[in-house]
């Protein structure tokens, strides 16, 4: 496993705890993330995916039905999430490989990957969420997707704080760089809880 930072250590021992209640919790809180498949459905049928921050598997278990030919690989920093992931995904072995370790760059030495999907993991990384975006770039073939659905921002430095507290930064800071790093294909801001925040979807391609 690829060594991991303090940053990386204060993650995991956070879903250390939250793994138990992540899937009984996060649904009331982290919207698009169906919506975001759908959206790459209707644009690809991609047949090699990596998920990056994929957690109890939720959007594996999601990906493997809806595109029954494709080879998924999951990666997560949180052996306990992955634990709960394996018992999700068992119907699909063979098809997934789950990876216990950080993102620290590309997976492998030629773009394999025809679409890689983060969904609430950049906004928790930081440092680092820049590199993550630029090693994507090379684990994608030249025609893939990046598929991203996060955190954006908030007007309440209350709730910004708190968030922050969570490991969760909501600075608006994600959508610029992919925007500068790929060729944005369908991208929105969307008001959620009546604009208490905001989440944001983005799907682009590095041709």
Request: hydrophobic letters at 40%; charged letters at 25%.
């Amino acid at each position: 496993m690829t060594a991991t930072t303090a940053p990386d250590r204060a993650l995991e021992g956070y879903y250390r705890f939250h793994a138990r209640i992540y899937d009984a919790t996060r649904w009331s809180f982290l919207f698009g993330r169906t919506d975001l498949i759908e959206r790459v459905a209707a644009r690809r049928i991609p047949n090699r995916i990596l998920e990056i921050g994929c957690g109890t598997g939720r959007n594996l278990e999601r990906m493997a039905r809806r595109f029954p030919q494709a080879q998924l690989t999951g990666l997560d920093l949180s052996a306990d999430m992955l634990a709960r992931a394996r018992c999700r995904l068992a119907p699909h072995v063979g098809r997934v490989t789950l990876l216990h370790q950080p993102y620290a760059g590309p997976l492998e030495r030629r773009p394999g990957f025809d679409l890689i999907v983060l969904s609430y993991c950049l906004s928790m990384i930081d440092p680092g969420w820049e590199a993550v975006i630029a090693s994507t770039r090379q684990d994608l073939v030249t025609d893939g997707l990046i598929a991203v659905v996060d955190f954006h921002d908030s007007d309440r430095p209350a709730f910004r704080r708190w968030m922050r507290v969570n490991h969760v930064r909501m600075t608006g800071q994600l959508p610029p760089e992919l925007h500068a790093c790929f060729r944005a294909l369908d991208s929105g801001i969307h008001p959620a809880y009546g604009g208490l925040w905001r989440y944001f979807h983005f799907i682009g391609t590095p041709g």
